[in-house]
Every structure is written in structure tokens, then in C-alpha cells.
């Protein structure tokens, strides 16, 4: 596992439930059926294309892999969509380092149980540790 930085660039999120991602991020419908399993964050292109998305266990797919929409076709995600002017052919790193200003290159998503323990870190690069 890399080492997480102090603090997280866009989200720090508490899992009391259990220590996996998809614990820290409650997935269900308005209605209370069933889990949405909603990617975390989204990357997308000039053109609305979700070229990278990190799905709601934590992976990191580049390319995107069973993006998460709505009916329309626009991304759904619970951290956020982030734009880049990049194309589909660009790295990992290069899709991050386009979406995030980040001068001090702190972890973009970072989930921390009741110890204050960081067990999943998402770092600058678009690289996931832990669960």
C-alpha cells in the first residue's frame, strides 16, 4: 500500500461500517431497493465521454469499464465527475494529473475508519491501496 498523504485533495470519508469502500459509500436507490454500486469518480473527456472511472469498490479502470449512467447517458458517481482535455489514448497518471489541480500531490480520495486509520487511499497518480 502506498503511503497515504495528510489529508485528501476532494473527499475523506468515514467507513463505520466496515472497512471497504463500498461500506464507506452507502448504494442505495432513493427507494431503499437494492445497491446503485455507483463508480466513485469519473473522467471525461472534451467530447462527454468517460474515458477512466474508479468504480464503487475502489478499482481504477482506464479505460472506463461499465461506467455508471443515468438514462440520458450523463455519469452518476458519489465523489464527483472531472473534467480533462486529454483523449482516450492518455495514461492513468496523465488523466489525473489533467482532472486534479494538485500542486502538493495529495491523495484525491482517501477512506479513514473510526481509528483514523487510512485503509484505502486513491493517490495522484489514479493509484488505489488498500480496500
Known amino acids: 500500500m502506498s503511503a497515504p498523504t495528510?489529508?485528501?485533495?476532494?473527499?475523506?470519508?468515514s467507513s463505520q461500517s466496515?472497512?471497504?469502500?463500498?461500506a464507506a459509500f452507502p448504494q442505495n436507490t432513493t427507494q431503499g431497493v437494492g445497491g446503485q454500486n455507483l463508480d466513485l469518480i469519473q473522467i471525461v473527456g472534451l467530447g462527454g465521454s468517460i474515458l477512466l472511472n474508479v468504480d464503487f469498490n475502489g478499482t481504477v479502470h482506464n479505460p472506463?469499464?461499465?461506467a455508471t449512467t443515468s438514462a440520458g447517458g450523463i455519469g452518476q458517481t458519489r465523489v464527483g465527475q472531472f473534467q480533462t482535455n486529454l483523449s482516450s489514448t492518455a495514461t492513468t497518471?496523465?488523466?489525473?494529473?489533467?482532472?486534479f489541480a494538485n500542486p502538493s500531490l495529495l491523495d484525491i480520495l482517501q477512506i479513514v475508519n473510526e481509528g483514523l486509520f487510512v485503509h484505502y487511499n486513491l493517490n495522484y497518480l489514479g493509484v488505489a491501496s488498500g480496500s
Open 6 to 13: 495528510p489529508t485528501a485533495m476532494y473527499s475523506t470519508n
Open 18 to 22: 466496515g472497512l471497504t469502500v463500498a
Open 64 to 66: 472506463a469499464v461499465s
Open 93 to 99: 497518471a496523465q488523466l489525473f494529473a489533467s482532472a
